[in-house]
């Protein structure tokens, strides 16, 4: 069974942990309506979004994805935090599209998402039309066709230096320290489900996405997952 989603937004501040962090941006899918927190507006679909049942979550298909509006500005050259809440329905580890989900995407800025067994996260420049790529970084055997949360936390440590921090379940699963050179942020804005021109797609569902420009915590990062209600369901 599967329901057409209504937007609600809520106004109230969120606080993590016991100081106070809130997410640039916080999309809910797990009530009956879209729960919105944040400075951005309201996802745009490419196709109609449904939500499934039980676990009442976004369900992304057949190539649909959304775009978060006035998200342009929103970079990691500051540091900052990505973190979701996801199903991965395919378990295709060998290659092929059934075996690459992407999850945050931001074009020659970051990407965020499952590349065969592996959790992947790179950092571009920035530049447009074509930019480098420039931090490789990921975690083999990461969990499938189960709920996970996975959470990318960049600290900016010095000029052109970086801290990459990598969580499953709120466990600290990777820490890389490198170098970027990062330019400004460029005119594209952040998409969920969609990523490197359109052939990277997620066949999955999501219970929640946040976007911090700050890094958080490895208590933080702990705290969001020990909320999520879904963790302990395979």
Known sequence: MKRIFVFFFLTAAFVLCAAEIKPVLEYDFTGELI???GIYGKPVFRHTPVI?????ALE???KNYFTVPESQMFTLKNGGTLHAVVFFKDSNIKGGDSAFDMIFFKHNDFLFGRLCNELYFNMGDGKLPSGKWLTHTSVKN???KQWTALTAVVTFT???RYKTVLFINGKKVFTKY???KLNPPNAKAVTVGMGWGGPWFMNG???RIMLFDKPISDAQAASLAAGEKYLSKK
């Open 60 to 62: 992304l298909k057949d």
């Open 142 to 144: 990461i969990p499938l």
């Open 158 to 160: 010095a000029p052109d």
């Open 178 to 180: 490198h170098r970027a």
């Open 52 to 56: 499934s049942v039980p676990d009442t």
């Open 205 to 207: 569902s999501i219970a």
């Open 35 to 37: 729960a919105a927190k």
